[in-house]
């Protein structure tokens, strides 16, 4: 069966520091790739999706970047973090075929003081 | 984008039946309606999802309407652990998944 793993759960950086989150994906080849952020309140931005090794599309203007190293990998990253950047970080994969169901991870929650 | 509007929130008694609207009017032929429920602080969690039949299965059924211009998940009865923000997003393959700001359901006892 097909896993998703996220980490780290909790992080809290300081204005200025760089980010790192990593999401692995198991037991699937080739998937679909997502990151998405939650902010207060509701609703999902989508921050960047990959349909394979190396190919990143990029949602929304700001001072954060995606790679896909590889297959079961998918990394989001900044260099100086904002104090915007505070919020909840979601991985999630489908098969990109088919219903293309989301499985999502268990979120990242980054405090940024 | 194809696009997506549902109620900003709705409120449900425990043990009856709860039908959630969404509107999805510029739906294309290939996009697949889905549904995610949020429980606070986790990831969502997939409940359902169709293309041009009412579908069903242990969580929820959906409804889709015959010009697929709308959906409505349905709870058939509603329990306190039912309470979450219910997302309905169409799902193309094509990658870009876009969720919109989805219904919250509280569930009274």
């Known amino acids: 069966s097909q896993t998703i793993h996220q980490w780290p759960a909790t992080l809290v950086q300081p204005v200025g520091s760089p980010l790192s989150l990593e999401c692995t994906v198991e037991?699937?080849?080739?998937?679909?790739l997502y990151w998405y952020r939650q902010a207060a309140g509701r609703g999902l931005q989508l921050l960047f999706y990959?349909?394979?090794?190396?190919?990143i599309s990029s949602e929304v203007p700001q001072n954060l970047s995606a790679s896909r190293p590889q297959d079961w990998q998918f990394i989001l990253s900044s260099k100086k973090l904002l104090l915007s950047d505070s919020g909840f970080y979601l991985c999630a994969w489908s098969k990109g075929s088919g219903a293309n169901v989301l499985t999502f991870g268990a979120g990242s929650r980054l405090t940024v003081l | 984008d194809a696009k997506t509007t549902q109620p900003n929130s709705m409120e449900s008694n425990e043990e009856e039946p709860v039908h959630l609207p969404c509107n999805h009017s510029t739906i294309s032929g290939t996009d697949y309606i889905h549904w995610y429920r949020q429980l606070p602080s986790q990831g969502p969690e997939y409940v359902i999802h169709g293309l041009t039949s009412n579908v069903n299965n242990r969580m929820a059924s959906l409804a889709i309407a015959e010009d697929r211009k709308s959906s409505t998940l349905i709870l058939h009865r509603a329990t306190l652990r039912d309470a979450a923000v219910y997302y309905c997003?169409?799902?193309?393959?094509?990658?870009?998944?876009?969720f919109g700001q989805g219904t919250e359901l509280s569930v009274k006892p």
């Open positions: 990959s349909v394979g090794i190396g190919q």
């Open positions: 037991g699937t080849s080739n998937p679909n």
């Open positions: 997003i169409l799902n193309n393959q094509g990658g870009k998944l876009i």
